[in-house]
């Protein structure tokens, strides 16, 4: 495919298929009660997975897209672990910092850290298109039969379980690993490793969100990050 010449949105509704809306109408999925959320549980995961299936035979790697729709790391390894890299340039340069500076927990940061790197190996192969920013102001619906996911900016590829972990971290009371596979078994649909997986994006996205709200100073939302990080593992387990 020639990507020079083509915009970032271009290239990626190419990749697309025409199940997957990029400019929806409608409100966003945010407004959703939870009884309303569970009549469409089934349309939120056919829709997160047809973004998985599109064929990237034409990109290499993982990470979060550049503008020509390239990606930064050749594993998976190294695209988690370097988010956390004290070097990178920008907002994040010198992060640990904010270990002295705000209410970013170092013995709990360290914790999942630690915890998450034997689990990575679960994850590495798993190369799907994501949306990366499946949090419910993100995605747009019409309450009926209708999603969308109207901005790109945080896409790339990754393990697929990425997107519904970031969906459970936004709205834990939703049950979304436990939801998914019902799903999946319901359907036929097999996702090897998933209690790995899923636990290894769940401490990837709860760490990089943990240390966002951190850095805003919004302590509500860090303890609640927290809580739902020490209790996923507990959801897992019982699945």
Not at 29 to 43: G, H, K, R, T
Request: hydrophobic share 35%.
């Amino acid at each position: 495919m020639e990507r020079c010449s083509m915009s970032k949105d271009t290239i990626i509704k190419a990749l697309l298929s025409a199940e997957v809306d990029m400019t929806p109408t409608g409100f966003v999925a945010d407004e959703l009660s939870p009884d309303q959320f569970a009549a469409m549980q089934e349309l939120f995961f056919d829709k997160i997975m047809s973004i998985h299936q599109s064929d990237l035979s034409g990109i290499a790697g993982y990470g979060e897209f550049d503008e020509d729709c390239r990606t930064r790391y050749a594993d998976c390894r190294t695209y988690l672990t370097d988010t956390f890299a004290e070097d990178r340039e920008g907002y994040w340069y010198n992060w640990r910092e904010l270990f002295e500076t705000t209410v970013l927990d170092r013995s709990f940061f360290e914790h999942y850290y630690a915890e998450m790197l034997p689990l990575i190996p679960y994850c590495e192969g798993r190369r799907y298109l994501v949306y990366n920013n499946t949090f419910f102001v993100h995605m747009r619906t019409d309450g009926k039969s209708q999603i969308g996911f109207p901005d790109w900016s945080r896409s790339g590829i990754a393990d697929g379980l990425l997107d519904f972990a970031i969906m459970d971290l936004n709205k834990p009371y939703l049950l979304i690993p436990e939801r998914l596979h019902a799903y999946a078994r319901q359907r036929g649909i097999d996702i090897p490793d998933f209690r790995e997986r899923f636990l290894c994006m769940g401490y990837y996205k709860g760490l990089d969100t943990l240390r966002w709200h951190a850095s805003i100073d919004d302590e509500v939302s860090c303890a609640s990050i927290m809580t739902s990080m020490r209790e996923l593992k507990g959801r897992l387990d019982a699945l």
